[in-house]
């Protein structure tokens, strides 16, 4: 309880100062103008209005978001990154996580406390005005107001309106800790007060040029949308799309959050070259679907950037971005394979017991990676597919069970697929002590991608892609295929390591 | 003794010494060295299998005008595909052995390593150029030669004036068996490239399957960069085996050879001043 005086105390200290005062006239000022305009506008209609219209209209008017309350959000956001982390919280957090944690709550803080003023602003504005629990008549014209009023379209969406402020409380609140989450982030890998300044400056301006000169045409790329709930509602058409981007982005923040540590543990900063020339590689085989320009459905997208091959329709630039992305990574897994199969010696034999335990210890980690190349494909073509302009809503529109089909012939038939070549690549690499003739017979083995070979699609060469569903044939088949295929492998593998003599 | 004779025919002769004694000598003994049963099986594996695949797909249900249409759709698809790999794997992983188990650093004591390595990029050029070669010469001499007294394929000429489809048709002119020596040489000379580039990364890197499967990844990515970019006619590919696009002026196809010499070029370059440093 002491502890709990204490810190309440301390908070009050360091919070209650005149900068929140000053903005709570700023804000009073603002919301009275509002305030007289409303009653103004209802007199005009004869329409009665009641608090909700305030209260909507005044959480999520975007200038004053854009022009006054982000400004301070982001100089809060510097100001925590800048003042309050010091090399002696470091010190006392333990790890950048931790730091990084802090300095969100940190910002929450700042958060909870802007929202408290507004909150007792409206609340002293509210006097005189009409409560009710239910939208105003006012609020359900649609026609004839000099500018679209935000309770005015949000009440078409939402019946309620405490459940639409909350949801513009919530998706505000989210937005914000994920641009303050990236300013940290990038204060930390760069270490430099610099990056973090121009970067908000940038965000803020962005707010600016892309709400005011942006083509409302393509909601992704118009940055209040994902802070301003009526915005969003109008450029996607759904309430949740906005939701679902702002949260899939602090998902990602928050994985590189917990890897940070990682990274400096380990002090390898060195820039993995193979790596980035793989993903420009990926980004260059995945170019062509840009330049579509028919694409009704993210189904589609799925097709066209995975299409591989087919025995119908054969196109030559599709099996290239697909002997690319898929082969591609092959190579780069029997890579570190190989590297795994030079280094090995007796002693490591000996370490391990034996053989099965060592390339077992050694697969783990391809099997993880080759979940996370077909997890950042998909997200990828994903976000294409949004800069695109394709929204989620389409692909519920359209037939279901075929985006359902779509998902597991990419997921567990390309996790299959990929899983053979390089089990089969490691089986003749290891029989014949060189990994080259591995890759080699796989690259062989692409030749029955081609058409006229594989027609009743039973050797395991590219079985996972796209082109084969629109084949007519059932993914579900081509998953037992290469599940056959996989016992197979795995059993001569076990023979061929299970041996009791053996040369290295 | 003689090096200290400043006299210039002196030299000339004492590099004809050297050049007749110990690389000649040397050249003779690695490709002895390397024709034995084993290799020999490799090669035929490599050479032969593919064309057959392909001309058994395509002997029927395909209309052709001209005996040397055949020839260039068994070419298509197969063998373009796995060009570069076909012919690195025809010699260049021999020495992916030599230089895992030490033994250059015993090579040393005998000859030269710059000797050495000069010789076995020799031999390399003369096999992958022999490799590249005969895999086009053996179908172009089946198809062409022994395939119309067999009547396999149906052939319905047309009248009037032949339209030649595809780059290096203009050879034709010369006679068919020219047009083949030149076509084959001319995917030979490739062939050589392609395994030089290999076999010179691998004596710079030392990584072997880095260095095997580059010129491959050159070669795919060079495909599929000029087919996305619609330059179809400098692409490394299709100036090698010129079935799928329609015929262009023939100085399209120094382009991408140009680039892979400058490539070779300049790895031999750098061997050239690494050899000295890392492995002597």
């Not at chain 1, 017979?441 to 590219?462: D, Q, R």
Request: contains cysteine.
């Amino acid at each position: 309880m002491n502890n709990f005086n204490y810190r309440l105390n301390r908070f009050l200290d360091e919070e209650l100062s005149i900068k929140w005062v000053i903005i709570g006239i700023f804000l009073y000022i603002y919301g009275f103008r509002m305030r007289s305009n409303l009653f103004i506008l209802s007199n005009s209609e004869s329409k009665l209005f009641n608090n909700w219209d305030l209260i909507v209209n005044f959480f999520s008017d975007l200038n004053l978001q854009i022009y006054f309350i982000s400004p301070i959000l982001l100089f809060l956001s510097l100001k925590i990154i800048h003042l309050e982390l010091g090399f002696p919280l470091l010190i006392r957090l333990g790890s950048y996580k931790n730091w990084i944690i802090h300095s969100v709550i940190q910002f929450i803080k700042k958060l909870f406390i802007i929202t408290c003023i507004m909150v007792i602003i409206i609340s002293l504005l509210l006097i005189g005005v009409p409560l009710e629990f239910k939208w105003s008549l006012f609020s359900t014209i649609n026609e004839g107001l000099p500018n679209n009023l935000p309770s005015n379209v949000i009440s078409k969406y939402i019946r309620l309106p405490g459940v639409f402020l909350f949801f513009q409380l919530t998706l505000f609140f989210l937005f914000f800790i994920v641009v303050h989450l990236f300013l940290v982030i990038l204060y930390v890998y760069t270490k430099s007060r610099l990056y973090p300044t121009i970067c908000a400056i940038m965000t803020w301006v962005l707010f600016i040029v892309s709400f005011k000169l942006f083509p409302a045409s393509h909601p992704t790329i118009i940055l209040p949308s994902y802070f301003n709930l009526i915005q969003g509602i109008k450029g996607f058409g759904n309430t949740w799309t906005p939701f679902f981007i702002v949260i899939l982005g602090l998902f990602l923040l928050s994985f590189l959050t917990s890897k940070i540590d990682k990274k400096f543990k380990r002090k390898s900063f060195t820039f993995n070259s193979k790596y980035a020339l793989y993903c420009i590689l990926v980004l260059l085989s995945l170019l062509p679907i840009l330049r579509q320009t028919n694409i009704r459905t993210i189904q589609e997208i799925y097709i066209l950037a995975f299409y591989g091959t087919s025995q119908i329709g054969f196109n030559f630039l599709a099996f290239m971005s697909y002997l690319i992305i898929f082969y591609g990574y092959v190579l780069l897994t029997l890579l570190s394979l190989n590297k795994e199969l030079d280094n090995l010696s007796y002693y490591k034999v000996l370490r391990y017991g034996n053989l099965i335990k060592w390339i077992w210890n050694s697969f783990v980690p391809i099997l993880k990676s080759n979940f996370f190349l077909l997890l950042y494909l998909f997200s990828f073509v994903l976000l294409i597919s949004f800069l695109c302009g394709v929204t989620l809503n389409d692909t519920f529109s359209s037939n279901k069970s075929s985006s359902l089909l779509i998902f597991y012939h990419f997921f567990i038939n390309g996790y299959l697929q990929i899983l053979f070549y390089i089990l089969f690549a490691f089986l003749i690499g290891w029989y014949t002590k060189n990994m080259f003739y591995g890759f080699f017979s796989i690259i062989t083995l692409s030749i029955f991608m081609l058409p006229g070979l594989n027609l009743l699609k039973f050797i395991p060469s590219g079985l996972n892609s796209m082109g084969y569903l629109l084949d007519g044939g059932s993914p579900y088949i081509t998953t037992f295929i290469l599940l056959l295929y996989l016992i197979v492998l795995i059993g001569l593998i076990y023979l061929l390591l299970n041996k009791k003599d053996y040369d290295i | 003794m003689r090096v200290f004779n400043s006299d210039f025919g002196v030299i000339i002769e004492n590099l004809k010494w050297e050049l007749e004694q110990v690389i000649l000598h040397q050249i003779k003994k690695e490709l002895l060295r390397t024709m034995n049963w084993k290799q020999i099986i490799i090669w035929v594996i490599l050479i032969i299998p593919l064309p057959i695949i392909k001309f058994l797909m395509v002997d029927d249900g395909y209309i052709y005008n001209r005996q040397i249409e055949v020839f260039l759709r068994v070419n298509s698809d197969f063998v373009p595909l796995l060009f570069p790999l076909l012919i690195i794997a025809a010699y260049t992983p021999r020495f992916i052995g030599e230089q895992k188990n030490n033994f250059l650093l015993y090579v040393n004591s005998r000859i030269s390593l710059k000797d050495y390595f000069y010789v076995k990029l020799i031999v390399n050029i003369i096999i992958s150029f022999f490799i590249a070669f005969f895999c086009v010469f053996i179908p172009f001499l089946f198809i062409m030669y022994i395939e119309p007294n067999l009547n396999i394929v149906t052939i319905s000429p047309i009248k009037g004036n032949i339209i030649p489809i595809t780059t290096f048709e203009q050879f034709l002119t010369f006679g068919t068996f020219i047009y083949g020596l030149i076509y084959s040489s001319w995917v030979g000379i490739n062939g050589v490239l392609y395994a030089t580039f290999a076999l010179l990364l691998l004596m710079i890197s030392e990584k072997p399957l880095v260095s095997l499967t580059t010129p491959f990844i050159y070669y795919i990515f060079g495909n599929f960069l000029t087919q996305l970019l619609n330059y179809d006619k400098f692409s490394p590919g299709s100036t090698i085996f010129p079935f799928s696009i329609s015929i262009q002026p023939l100085w399209t196809v120094l382009v991408p050879f140009c680039v892979l010499l400058m490539i070779v070029l300049i790895l031999f370059y750098i061997l050239k001043r690494q050899v000295g440093a890392s492995y002597e």
